[in-house]
């Protein structure tokens, strides 16, 4: 079985309570201590590298990001899905290129720029170009940003189940609701075929609660950047 299809097995017949857990790597050391503690896959968070990067999130160069993909999956040597935002503006048969040239066998891709919404329509079309170009060498997570303006979550449900029936008929083959509170999950996963993505906080419950839940598969986005960060913080304090 080679690496995609391994990378999509583990989103499929999971039990309940059981979602799949992805750390997000920064970079080629933090890949390496998540497959030394266990991990079968890993999943890039966009911020996260663009914080190893020195870049704000959103600001990274294209290239920069596919290298540093590159670098991550070299040092990992388990499946790795990159987070590339809403594509860095590249047509979708150059996105799918570049991103396999880096050895991922997964993306995300989300569904607004610069904070606004695309149309779901022409976002599902451009979804179903990445889709034939990728062919089955390249796992879609289709991300949802209804959640991400903060307002009442009953409409953030509804347009994220409407949006995901779009993506999934265009051939993604996971949705991503981000930042779906933990509530939202049975109503999302009720109206949401397939894998389902949440995204989780070291902080916050379990993955066992999130899988009750619904959510398929979890991750953390630059969570674990953060928190490593926040580590290394306390070591310098306490060498001065």
């Known amino acids: 079985m080679n690496a995609f299809a391994s990378f999509r097995a583990l989103h499929h017949d999971r039990p309940a309570g059981d979602p799949l857990v992805l750390p997000g790597p920064w ?3 933090s890949a390496r201590v998540f497959v030394d503690a266990g991990f079968p896959a890993l999943a890039t968070p966009s ?3 663009a914080a190893s990067l ?7 160069p294209a290239g920069e990001l596919f290298a540093a ?12 899905s990159a987070d590339v935002e809403d594509g860095y503006g590249l047509a979708p048969r150059e996105l799918v290129e570049r991103l396999l040239e ?5 993306c995300n891709l989300e569904d607004s720029h610069k904070g606004v919404l695309k149309d779901p329509s022409a976002h599902a079309d451009w979804l179903a170009e990445v889709r034939a170009a990728a062919g089955e060498d390249l796992f879609v997570n289709a991300r949802v940003d209804t959640f991400l303006a903060g307002g009442a979550v009953r409409p953030a449900v509804e347009q994220a189940v409407e949006r995901a029936a779009l993506y999934v008929a265009a051939g993604a083959d996971c949705v991503y609701p981000i930042r779906a509170p933990l509530d939202a999950l049975p109503s999302l996963r009720a109206g949401i075929p397939g894998p389902l993505n949440a995204l989780a906080t070291t902080d916050g419950p379990r993955p066992e609660e999130w899988g009750e839940r619904g959510a398929t598969r979890l991750t953390y986005g630059p969570g674990l950047q953060r928190a490593a960060a926040a580590a290394l913080g306390k070591a310098a304090a306490a060498l001065r």
């Open 47 to 49: 911020a996260g590298v």
């Open 69 to 80: 993909v590159a670098r991550i999956v070299r040092s990992a040597g388990v499946p790795v």
């Open 102 to 106: 880096t050895g991922a066998v997964g």
């Open 27 to 29: 970079d080629a050391v």
């Open 54 to 60: 020195g870049y704000e999130d959103g600001a990274t």
